[in-house]
C-alpha cells in the first residue's frame, strides 16, 4: 500500500459517518440500534419521531438515525437524506402481508436523488420466528437483483438477540471506506 492511500484511509477512519435506518413500523429499527448500542432490549417502544446514537466501530464514528416507519411519519424521511454515508433497511421477515408495502417504501427511497450510490443493507429481521420468510425469499420480494446502481446486500438477522447485527454492520463499515477513499 502506497503512503498517499494509507493516508486516505487514516483520514476515513477519524471521520463520522451518517447511517440511516429505515423499514416500516414494527420492523424492528429501534430494536437494532439498541442491540447495536449495547442496550437493553427487553422494553422497546415504538419510534414517533426520530433516535439517534453516535457508535464507534471500527475506529469509526457512526451517527446512526433510527426515524420511526408509521405510514404518517414516512413522508418526513426525505427530511433526513442528506449526507447519507449507507442506507439500513429493516424488514419484517415475519410479516409476508405487509412485502408489497414495504417493497413500494424501499422502490421511492432507492428513487431519491440524495441517496443516488449511497449502499443499502437489508437487514431481514426476525429470522429467528417461525413464520420468517427467508433472505432469499425477500430479495426477490424486493427484487433486489435489480439494483445495479448501488453496493447492496441482505443479511438475515435477529435484532432481539443481536444475531447477524455484527457481520451487517461489518458490510456497511466496509462499503463506507471504500466509498470514501475512492473520492478522496
Given at each position: 500500500m502506497g503512503l498517499l492511500a494509507l493516508l486516505k484511509k487514516l483520514n476515513r477512519a477519524d471521520k463520522e459517518s451518517r447511517i440511516l435506518v429505515l423499514g416500516?413500523?414494527?420492523?424492528?429499527?429501534?430494536?437494532?440500534?439498541?442491540?447495536?448500542?449495547?442496550?437493553?432490549?427487553?422494553?422497546?417502544?415504538?419510534?414517533?419521531?426520530f433516535n439517534v446514537k453516535s457508535l464507534t466501530k471500527s475506529s469509526m464514528q457512526l451517527n446512526v438515525w433510527d426515524i420511526g416507519g408509521q405510514k404518517t411519519i414516512r413522508p418526513y424521511w426525505r427530511n433526513y437524506l442528506d449526507h447519507t454515508d449507507a442506507l439500513i433497511y429493516v424488514i419484517d421477515s415475519s410479516d409476508q402481508k405487509r412485502m408489497h408495502e414495504t417493497?413500494?417504501?424501499?422502490?421511492?427511497?432507492?428513487?431519491?436523488?440524495?441517496?443516488?450510490?449511497?449502499?443499502?443493507?437489508?437487514?431481514?429481521?426476525?429470522?429467528?420466528?417461525l413464520n420468517s420468510i427467508s433472505p432469499e425469499e425477500i430479495s426477490n420480494e424486493l427484487k433486489l437483483k435489480s439494483i445495479c446502481n448501488r453496493p447492496w446486500t441482505i443479511r438475515p438477522c435477529s435484532a432481539r438477540d443481536g444475531e447477524g447485527l455484527?457481520?451487517?454492520?461489518?458490510?456497511?463499515?466496509?462499503?463506507?471506506?471504500?466509498?470514501?477513499?475512492?473520492?478522496?
Open positions: 416500516l413500523d414494527n420492523s424492528g429499527k429501534t430494536t437494532v440500534l439498541k442491540q447495536l448500542g449495547g442496550e437493553d432490549v427487553s422494553r422497546v417502544t415504538p419510534t414517533q419521531g417493497s413500494a417504501e424501499l422502490d421511492l427511497l432507492l428513487d431519491e436523488d440524495k441517496l443516488k450510490g449511497v449502499p443499502l443493507l437489508v437487514l431481514a429481521n426476525k429470522q429467528d420466528l455484527t457481520d451487517g454492520m461489518e458490510w456497511v463499515i466496509t462499503q463506507i471506506n471504500e466509498k470514501g477513499m475512492g473520492g478522496l
